[in-house]
Nanobody, 113 residues
């Protein structure tokens, strides 16, 4: 059974940083690309970043390029999203995603002074 559990969210001031983690189980993690999505109140779900199975290629939404970094550890099964220079526009629930078919409960990120 696929399980994805996000953690690491919280309240941070503008300009601050957070590192989100996604603990994955129930599938062969190293065989699959992983993504992070986010959904802000009243808005549609937005793809933030994707990393290929071996981590050799990463893609980002234009809105986060240069500020966010997606990574993974295929030996231990987590995926990460390092978020720097956060702004209030980054406030959302962030979800770890497997192939658009599985995601976790999400972790809330709030950027506010």
């Amino acid at each position: 059974q696929v399980q994805l559990v996000e953690s690491g969210g919280g309240l941070v001031q503008p300009g601050g940083s957070l590192r989100l983690s996604c603990a994955a189980s129930g599938f062969t993690f190293s065989n699959h690309a992983m993504s992070w999505y986010r959904q802000a109140p009243g808005k549609e779900r937005e793809l933030v970043a994707t990393i290929t199975s071996a981590g050799g290629s990463r893609n980002y939404a234009e809105s986060v390029k240069g500020r966010f970094t997606i990574s993974r550890d295929n030996a231990k099964n987590p995926a990460y999203l390092q978020m720097n220079s956060l702004s209030p526009e980054d406030t959302a629930v962030y979800y770890c995603d497997l192939q658009g078919a599985y995601w976790g409960q999400g972790t809330q990120v709030t950027v506010s002074s």
